[in-house]
């Protein structure tokens, strides 16, 4: 059984960082990508960072390019993302995604499968 467990989200201020976690249990690592998306009230889920377990390649949304890194523990079964330079427009609900993805798409939500619950982040002016 998969599951996707996100932690680290919380209030902060603006300009500042958060390490949100996701740890991962339920797969072969090996055939997986694993993504952060996010979503704000009112507005579709968007595509944050992905990471392949299998070799570690990146893909990053333009709008979070130089701020957030994704990154994975293979040993621990979790992938980070580190979000710096925190703004309101990064206040949003927080979900951890898996796949297994097929060509570039990494961007969409159809090529993840399993989802956390999600974890908050709010970022005060």
């Known amino acids: 059984q998969v599951q996707l467990v996100e932690s680290g989200g919380g209030l902060v201020q603006a300009g500042g960082s958060l390490r949100l976690s996701c740890a991962a249990s339920g797969f072969i690592l090996s055939r997986y990508t694993t993504a952060w998306f996010r979503q704000a009230p009112g507005k579709e889920r968007e595509f944050v960072a992905a990471?392949?377990?299998?070799?570690?390649?990146?893909n990053y949304a333009d709008s979070v390019k130089g701020r957030f890194t994704i990154s994975r523990d293979n040993a621990k079964r979790t992938v980070y993302l580190r979000v710096n330079s925190l703004n309101a427009d990064d206040t949003a609900a927080y979900y951890c995604a898996t796949g297994v993805l097929y060509g570039n798409r990494w961007s969409s939500t159809g090529s993840y499968d399993y989802w956390g619950q999600g974890t908050q982040v709010t970022v005060s002016s």
């Open positions: 990471i392949s377990w299998n070799d570690g390649r990146t």
